[in-house]
């Protein structure tokens, strides 16, 4: 179920996934591993694919990095994009390497005749380039302090490029103008996407730890989501990239735009709760990202853990599973609404997993 109407964009295949024109919003995360050492990256990379990431992208500061892309490509499964600043020539190699897409600053990546060089070969090899406008590397944004202007800076700066590439016919283009600040993002979004109808990649930029970035970026990408902005995302957190693919899903599943996993409604306990929820769904949480069926589920599984009967039962026979605590340490389960049985804290997660996956056949 969606709750809104999302812009029909262009459609850009990348490395085999298709974004835009409506389909499911892909998430994306990128590595942190030097990667020069194609064998961490890779390591990382398969985490990631493990954890949900659909396109991963990867910085490569330097050629010695960029001969690195054929041999992390071969052990990969998920779209590889590489992330390229300053010389436009590591671009190049990357392209010749056998990147799926390259996501470039033009900010950064040198004089108009170079970026013309790229484009010419990229639409050669059919690599989409994404334009990766951030505030922080543009010195004009600088002359300001109050977010529309900031952002309409960010949106003409993406327009210039977009005029580049298109002077080349090219049109495989995906744009992104993210700032560390929520408004003058979702700003430049909304002027951008009001001028051309390339696919968005979402984020909110250096948005912070797992604490306060998930809750700047849920903000930001949840207000462009409901705008019908936004073809890909990624959650920009200091932190280890599985917990950006978490948050995306989250964040997506919160405004009914991918079914995926499981949604947990769980209570913020009280004195009338007998189980430790906080350990208990920590440990749900940490297991279930690690079952790869339920990363492909046509339609949301609910699962409740509630302290006690008060609002408890409502919501456990509303979920597909359930856990309700109803004295002596003792967890009520649910299962469609229906008891089937009590269990001991200490056998609860193991025994809801086991269901879980019963339930898929896994
Ligand atoms: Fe307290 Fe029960 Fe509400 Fe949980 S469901 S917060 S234990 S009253």
Same mark, same amino acid.
């Given at each position: 179920? *969606?709750?809104?109407?999302?812009?029909?964009?262009?459609?850009?295949?990348?490395?085999?996934?298709?974004?835009?024109?409506?389909?499911?919003?892909?998430?994306?995360?990128?590595?942190?591993?030097?990667?020069?050492?194609?064998? #961490?990256?890779?390591?990382?990379?398969?985490?990631?694919?493990?954890?949900?990431?659909?396109?991963?992208?990867?910085?490569?500061?330097?050629?010695?990095?960029? /001969?690195?892309?054929?041999?992390?490509?071969?052990?990969?499964?998920?779209?590889?994009?590489?992330?390229?600043? !300053?010389? /436009?020539?590591?671009?190049?190699?990357?392209?010749?390497?056998?990147?799926?897409?390259?996501?470039?600053?033009?900010?950064? #990546?040198?004089?108009?005749?170079?970026?013309?060089?790229?484009?010419?070969?990229?639409?050669?090899?059919?690599?989409?380039?994404?334009?990766?406008?951030?505030?922080?590397?543009?010195?004009?944004?600088?002359?300001?302090?109050?977010?529309?202007?900031?952002?309409?800076?960010?949106?003409?700066?993406?327009?210039?490029?977009?005029?580049? =590439?298109?002077? /080349?016919?090219?049109?495989?283009?995906?744009?992104?103008?993210?700032?560390?600040?929520?408004?003058?993002?979702?700003?430049? /979004?909304?002027?951008?996407?009001?001028?051309?109808?390339?696919?968005?990649?979402?984020?909110?930029?250096?948005?912070?730890?797992?604490?306060?970035?998930?809750?700047?970026?849920?903000?930001?990408?949840?207000?462009?989501?409901?705008?019908?902005?936004?073809?890909? #995302?990624?959650?920009? =957190?200091?932190?280890?990239?599985?917990? *950006?693919?978490?948050?995306?899903?989250? #964040?997506?599943?919160?405004?009914?735009?991918?079914?995926?996993?499981?949604?947990?409604?769980?209570?913020?306990?009280?004195?009338?709760?007998? =189980?430790?929820?906080?350990?208990?769904?920590?440990? !749900?949480?940490?297991?279930?990202?690690?079952?790869?069926?339920?990363?492909?589920?046509?339609?949301?599984?609910?699962?409740?853990?509630?302290?006690?009967?008060?609002?408890?039962?409502?919501?456990?026979?509303?979920?597909?599973?359930?856990?309700?605590?109803?004295?002596?340490?003792?967890?009520?389960?649910?299962?469609?609404?229906?008891?089937?049985?009590?269990?001991?804290?200490?056998? =609860?997660?193991?025994?809801?997993?086991?269901?879980?996956?019963?339930?898929?056949?896994?």
């Amino acid at each position: 179920m *969606e709750f809104f109407k999302r812009n029909n964009t262009r459609k850009v295949n990348i490395g085999g996934v298709e974004i835009g024109g409506g389909l499911p919003i892909v998430v994306q995360s990128m590595t942190n591993t030097n990667s020069r050492n194609w064998k #961490i990256t890779v390591k990382q990379i398969k985490q990631l694919e493990k954890a949900g990431c659909e396109i991963v992208r990867v910085s490569f500061p330097d050629m010695e990095a960029a /001969y690195n892309i054929k041999k992390i490509k071969k052990n990969i499964k998920i779209p590889l994009v590489a992330d390229i600043h !300053f010389d /436009y020539r590591i671009a190049i190699e990357a392209i010749k390497q056998g990147v799926d897409k390259l996501r470039i600053n033009p900010g950064n #990546i040198g004089s108009k005749d170079k970026i013309e060089i790229l484009v010419k070969e990229a639409k050669k090899a059919h690599i989409p380039i994404r334009i990766g406008i951030n505030a922080g590397s543009l010195k004009e944004i600088h002359k300001f302090t109050d977010n529309l202007s900031r952002a309409k800076i960010l949106s003409n700066v993406a327009m210039e490029h977009v005029k580049i =590439l298109e002077k /080349y016919s090219f049109e495989d283009i995906v744009v992104s103008l993210k700032a560390s600040n929520v408004d003058t993002t979702i700003q430049a /979004y909304r002027i951008f996407a009001s001028k051309r109808n390339y696919p968005l990649h979402l984020g909110i930029t250096e948005a912070g730890s797992i604490f306060s970035g998930s809750i700047k970026s849920a903000i930001g990408l949840g207000i462009m989501l409901y705008d019908g902005i936004g073809d890909t #995302i990624r959650v920009s =957190l200091t932190a280890d990239p599985i917990e *950006e693919v978490k948050v995306g899903y989250s #964040i997506l599943q919160s405004v009914g735009l991918r079914n995926s996993n499981v949604e947990i409604i769980s209570c913020p306990m009280c004195s009338r709760s007998k =189980l430790d929820l906080i350990k208990i769904v920590s440990e !749900f949480e940490n297991k279930i990202y690690k079952i790869d069926k339920l990363k492909k589920l046509s339609k949301p599984l609910k699962v409740a853990f509630m302290g006690c009967v008060v609002n408890g039962l409502g919501e456990a026979k509303d979920a597909d599973f359930g856990i309700v605590s109803q004295g002596n340490n003792i967890g009520v389960l649910f299962k469609n609404g229906k008891i089937i049985g009590k269990i001991r804290p200490d056998k =609860l997660v193991k025994k809801l997993i086991f269901m879980l996956k019963s339930n898929l056949q896994v």
